[in-house]
Structures are given as C-alpha cells and as structure tokens.
C-alpha cells in the first residue's frame, strides 16, 4: 500500500493556509497541555510539602 503524501511543493494557498491553521491549533493545544501538566505536578508538590514556592513563567489564564 502506498502511502499517500502531499507534494509540498505544489501547494495552493487555501491548501497552505489550512495546513498552517491546522499546525498553530497542534501548537496551542500542547501549550495546554505543559500548562495543565506543570499545574498538576505543583499541586502534587504542594500537597506533599515539597512546595516552597510557586514560579510561572507564564500569567494564569482565566
């Protein structure tokens, strides 16, 4: 079975901007989820006592 691949080359623009959407949607759904993960593991931290103090790089969202 062959497998099928798009000649980047070749791509139209609505084809490119869709790929380039499609990548900052993958982009920003990771950026959730290291956030999401680095608040689980200071909870746990905290929870535990290991917690001395809490550091982000990055605002809280709302």
Same mark, same amino acid.
Request: charged share 35%.
């Given at each position: 079975?062959? !497998? /099928? @691949?798009?000649?980047? %080359?070749?791509? /139209?623009?609505? !084809? ?9 949607? !993958?982009? !920003?759904?990771? %950026? ?11 909870? &746990? ?5 290991? &917690? ?8 809280? @969202? %709302?």
């Amino acid at each position: 079975m062959k !497998e /099928s @691949r798009m000649n980047m %080359d070749n791509l /139209s623009k609505p !084809e490119l901007l869709m790929l380039f959407s499609v990548l900052e949607g !993958e982009l !920003e759904a990771r %950026d959730l989820v290291i956030e999401a993960l680095r608040v689980r593991i200071l909870r &746990c931290e905290c929870e535990s006592g290991c &917690c001395r103090y809490i550091h982000s790089s990055k605002p809280a @969202r %709302d």
